[in-house]
Every structure is written in C-alpha cells, then in structure tokens.
C-alpha cells in the first residue's frame, strides 16, 4: 500500500500547539498589573478544576503555564514621580493635531482601546522621560508630539 494512504490516526493532522511566546526582555508591572496577573491565575486554576474535556484541560494547562511564568518573573515598579514621563505615570500629548492619553504600563497589562500602553511600544519609548510642554519627534516627522500633561494615579 502506497503511503500517500496510509492512516496512523487523526493526531498527525492536528495543528500543532506551541507555548504561548513569552514577550522580550524584563517583565515590568504595575501594582494592577500584579493583581491582574493574580487574578488570572486563580481564575484558570477554577476553570482547570471544573475540565473535563482533554482539549480544554491542555490549553487551560498552557495558558497557566504562561500566567505563572508571568507572575514569577513580575517586577513591580515603583510609582512614577510626575515630573517626566516614565513607567506607571499618564500622559496627555497631541499627535496628529488630535489630544490623547495614554497610561503606560507592562506588556500583558496594556490595551490601547481603553487607554493603556505597553513601555515596549514605539510611542511610549518615544514618550518616555519627556517633561510637560515638550514637542517630540516621531515616526519620522519632527515635532510629532506636543506633550501636554502628566500624571500620577493617587
């Protein structure tokens, strides 16, 4: 019989699973972050004691795994002082003649839509240690970035 036929099981023809990727370089969190990453965990801890499916089981197992790895290699950070713009601290600027604000925080705890940045992310690096009242270049235009206020949650 020709291989091109032959049948081992249907395990072969399944997309493998792969870890999920773990982002670069140190793990820098916010006190919310930490308690996110908390919550998280015994979240998936609650959905892996209620699993029966073996297909759930391993993907609840994965994303724990990651969570975990997450909560050991955190690093909290202490709370920005104001004055410039640093991990933890809101800023308020102008790009594109339109006001944002933007709160910049660790990887797993960013999300744009409502608000916060990851530190790693081209515009925070471009934001980051700018004082209020600073124009800044980015994306290959100068001036860009008009930095208009910052703050410090209380």
Same mark, same amino acid.
């Given at each position: ?8 099981? &249907?395990?072969?023809?399944?997309? $493998? ?6 982002? $670069?370089?140190?793990?820098?969190? %916010?006190?919310?972050? *930490?308690?996110?990453? %908390?919550?998280?965990? !015994?979240?998936?801890?609650? *959905?892996?004691?209620? #699993? ?6 391993? #993907?609840?197992?994965? &994303?724990?795994?990651?969570? +975990?790895?997450? +909560? ?6 202490? $709370? ?17 003649? *339109? +006001? ?6 660790? /990887? &797993?705890?960013? /999300?744009?839509?409502?608000? %916060?940045? !990851? ?17 800044? &270049? ?17």
């Amino acid at each position: 019989m020709s291989v091109a036929f032959r049948r081992d099981g &249907d395990e072969e023809h399944l997309e $493998p699973r792969f870890e999920i990727p773990i982002p $670069p370089g140190p793990n820098r969190v %916010t006190a919310r972050g *930490q308690r996110l990453i %908390t919550e998280r965990i !015994a979240g998936l801890e609650a *959905q892996l004691a209620g #699993a029966a499916d073996e297909a759930v089981v391993k #993907a609840l197992k994965r &994303d724990l795994r990651y969570w +975990q790895t997450r +909560q050991i290699t955190a690093e909290l950070m202490p $709370p920005p002082g104001g004055k410039t713009v640093e991990f933890g601290a809101t800023v308020t600027f102008r790009l594109n003649g *339109q +006001q944002r604000v933007l709160t910049l925080v660790g /990887d &797993d705890e960013a /999300d744009p839509a409502s608000g %916060t940045i !990851a530190w790693t992310a081209p515009l925070a690096r471009a934001l980051s240690g700018a004082e209020a009242g600073d124009v800044l &270049d980015f994306g290959g235009r100068e001036e860009a970035i008009e930095v208009l206020k910052i703050e410090v949650a209380g």
